[in-house]
T-cell receptor, first 114, second 109 residues
Framework: KAGVTQTPRYLIKTRGQQVTLSCSPI?????VSWYQQTPGQGLQFLFE???????NKGNFPGRFSGRQFSNSRSEMNVSTLELGDSALYLC?????????????FGPGTRLLVL | AQRVTQPEKLLSVFKGAPVELKCNYS??????LFWYVQYSRQRLQLLLR??SRESIKGFTADLNKGETSFHLKKPFAQEEDSAMYYC???????????FGTGTLLAVQP
């Protein structure tokens, strides 16, 4: 099976712009989660989707949003970019919505905000 | 508050030496505990989880509920074990993972 894929892999934006990141889960996986990874804050949970519904949300401002499509692919959007949004954004997919499920991570999208 | 603490940012050992990566957690309830590993230029991947009670690549981890710890151990370190190790917990009801800050394991030849 192909692993989790994320596009684009690298992105450079300027402050005030918005950005959309895409995640394609492993075939058959219905749960997609997003994380932000920075040197200062480490790995932080953004949100989780299952069957096109947001099931959980982390402590991020409303500028961060996401959605999931019927084929389980997911997108996250960040509006009005700030310098502090520069990070590696990871998505992870798993088969079901249960804490004991193995989550498989993508390679990440590295976002640089200038 | 839910929290995972990995006190060591860097752990440097010699090949063949025992390794123990520390992880303590704070959670009201019965969490699921995991160790994830990230090798250089590779994606984050699951190493092991407490519910499986298995040994992966010679690593084991025992959940100690009394001490709220889930330390990762290996009796004899190999150079290929050099990587970033993250301890994480989830509630059991969702896939939300709370990660520690990670420990960089450097195994010297």
């Amino acid at each position: 099976k192909a692993g989790v894929t994320q596009t684009p892999r690298y992105l450079i934006k300027t402050r005030g712009q918005q950005v959309t990141l895409s995640c394609s889960p492993i075939s058959g996986h219905r749960s997609v989660s997003w994380y932000q990874q920075t040197p200062g804050q480490g790995l932080q949970f953004l949100f989780e989707y299952f069957s096109e519904t947001q099931r959980n949300k982390g402590n991020f401002p409303g500028r961060f949003s996401g959605r999931q499509f019927s084929n389980s692919r997911s997108e996250m959007n960040v509006s009005t970019l700030e310098l502090g949004d520069s990070a590696l954004y990871l998505c992870a997919s798993s088969l079901a919505l249960a804490g004991k499920e193995t989550q498989y991570f993508g390679p990440g999208t590295r976002l640089l905000v200038l | 508050a839910q929290r995972v603490t990995q006190p060591e940012k860097l752990l440097s050992v010699f090949k063949g030496a025992p390794v123990e990566l520390k992880c303590n957690y704070s959670y009201s309830g019965s969490p699921e505990l995991f160790w994830y590993v990230q090798y250089s230029r590779q994606r984050l991947q699951l190493l092991l989880r407490h519910i499986s009670r298995e040994s992966i690549k010679g690593f084991t981890a025992d959940l100690n509920k009394g001490e709220t710890s889930f330390h990762l151990k290996k009796p004899f370190a190999q150079e290929e074990d050099s990587a970033m190790y993250y301890c994480a917990l989830s509630s059991g009801a969702t896939n939300k993972l709370i990660f520690g800050t990670g420990t960089l394991l450097a195994v010297q030849p």
